[in-house]
């Protein structure tokens, strides 16, 4: 790994938002979906998942539900349940209520929360099918009071044998109830749009290929998206106290995402940044996904060495991580200094990881420096607020010469003649 | 008004957003304050604007600002006083706190809430110049901790005389200490990526012509910016006791912003249809601005008669209206059924203008049918949340074979060995 000046460091990377072609092909397949429903969304299934389906076969029955139990190990089963219990407890934490405020005149003030109506939830195909990520959409929108969450997944996740069968149990682990073998930006218009067989939702969230971020967001406004999340990030904050092995292992852990992955070590410590740089180096030649780990480490790695643990967060706040350790003694202490990071992990044995799988929070965090203003996937994601504002007739007449004047000062006399035709009917 | 079937109406409008010549007009504007700063800046502001600035006249001076004071009106003094106090009681009812949970082996997890550190504001120049905007965007900033709140406002939204004094009196009663004259796609871009005199801030919000729309658009993602305004909306509810002159007056105040705004009644009684109709035709003739009430009356207005008021609600879900005023006997018992609705009327002397101007909650509500999935500006705009985990050596260890299982199983070695390289240490 380089060791560079902190000034020199950058988190964001550029991110690929789709050609001119893939844009123009999403934007049909949409609007085909959008106008002609079922019978486009079976065509592009054929066309390019190269399953040929029938209206009636588009939902996954109950009996193929419980079947993918039979077929994975019941280790794993276990592991998803106690996976799903931690972030539904975290979530739990997070529930929200209406709340009102009253004045002796009568004025009743207030925010009513309120889950969305449906949710739609992607799941990708292939490699990027995890079942981690199910539990991590579905649960929060299913703590908000969700009364209805629906998957989508594209028809032979699993080869020919349909759908993968681990994502078929933890989708019914974290409680959905209504999936369908679709995938695509047909997927994603059918969600948005409706068809005869797949009701329109409120909200889509989930992962996908450009195709399906491309649909996301394009049928943005007809409904509400998740954000388009980046590569994927660490930044260890390290003392020279902290164990040179651990702290490979976990920038390897996100090294090995992807190669537009960043895994960055600032230390204090001179002789930690080499130690941590010789670990990189042993650990990583070990790893199966080691070209891509070694491809994100040479591109978007870097260990920056600083004078104080301050300046080291510092330096943090200023690239916004999405995933920070802080591998230092004491973790706690600086924790007030931290303004800008998606998770923080304290201590020798809070390892990423943790927080990938099982701890309880969420696994969608912002990237590429985002952190500075967004936050990870919560509860707060699943509801709406409606204001609530009640005048009492002596409020109106108490108020209402202040209204009439702020309006008219803006030039907007029907808005104060709203007020006035109330006043004058009461003889004011 | 026409009346006309709940099926038949819906409250989407195509929305413009910008020619193509538009959007390379924003964009070249924004890369040369992004690449060249000040010497941008100030060229496009004479440019634009006509008025020729030197860099250290950006910034609106305390004298300036005070000044102020002594050419606007001590009511309308008092008036903004007053709004700035109820909205500032109602959104310091949403302040949240970081919050964690213990347990026994060790586990801490939590939330931390943190303001945005710099959030910038745009006020528009010209008639869109609303002091009760101001108020609106910069309160709920304040109010979720925001330390930096800058304003920037074209150089001569008062004509010659520089600064709307109005807007300056709002801006120093809503506590704004950092103003810059200057408005339009460079403004946005000089709060997005900083120049020599303004430093570049978190979040954008405020309202703007299309080039300020475009901008915000286009710096996305360097920052955050708030939603997109569509035109405004009010669905009155009504029942026949309600008082047709107070309802056709409230229609015609949202009807009166703009030839886009949609103001609909949906009534349970014929009658009350006719009346509002023959009472909106009688009203609107006396407005200052009934040339575009009335074209909004007549392209966006509808009366929609339905058999029971939970029918009527249902159409209300259904539009998911900016504003909706509830003028029915008994109001409350209804407010269970109103599942989409930015902010919620009540009762006979809850006129829409009280919401817009003084009560409290904001007047930046969600429009166009997004009220089905999002919510009106508040304290939650301006805060970011940062997930906090701390495992103890007991938990990792109790807890490592289920993280490695999940880990293995999406074929994420790295991260299984994360975790493995701990357990082994402690002899595991």
Redesign the interface.
Known sequence: MRIVPAREFSLQREVEYGSPEQNATVKAIVQDVKHEGDAALLRYTEKLDRVALEASQLRVTDEEIQAAYSKVEA??V???Q??AHNIRV?HE??RRTS?F?LQPDG???G??I?P??RVGVYVPGG?AA???SVLMNVIPAQVAGVPEIVMVTPPATGGKEGIDP?ILVAAAEAGVKELYRVGGAQAIAALAYGTESIAPV??ICGPGNIYVALAKREVY?A??IDSMAGPSEIVVLADDKA?A??VA??L??Q???DEMASAILVTTSSSQAQAVADEVAR?VAE???RSI?QASIDQYGAIIVVDTIEEGIQVVNRLAPEHLEVMVEEPMQY?GL?????????????????????????HI?PT?G???????V?V?DF???????????E??LA?GA??M???R???????????Q??LE?EGK
């Open positions: 280790s794993f276990t592991a998803i106690k996976a975290y934490k997070q709340w405020d004025t009743m003030l925010q009513i309120r969305l109506r490699k995890y079942p981690s681990y409120d909200k406004g409904v509400d164990d092995s651990y292992a976990d390897l852990s090294a090995e995402h650990q790893l199966p996904r780990a924790l931290i303004e800008n990071a998606g998770a923080i992990f304290l201590g020798a044995y809070s390892s990423e990881p943790v927080g990938d799988y099982l701890a309880g929070p969420n965090i590429n985002t952190a500075r203003y967004s936050s990870p919560d707060d509801i709406k607020k409606s204001s609530l504002i009640h005048y009492s007739k409020a109106l108020n202040t209204i004047e702020l309006a000062h803006e030039g907007l006399e029907g808005h104060a003649r709203a007020i035709i109330r009917k």
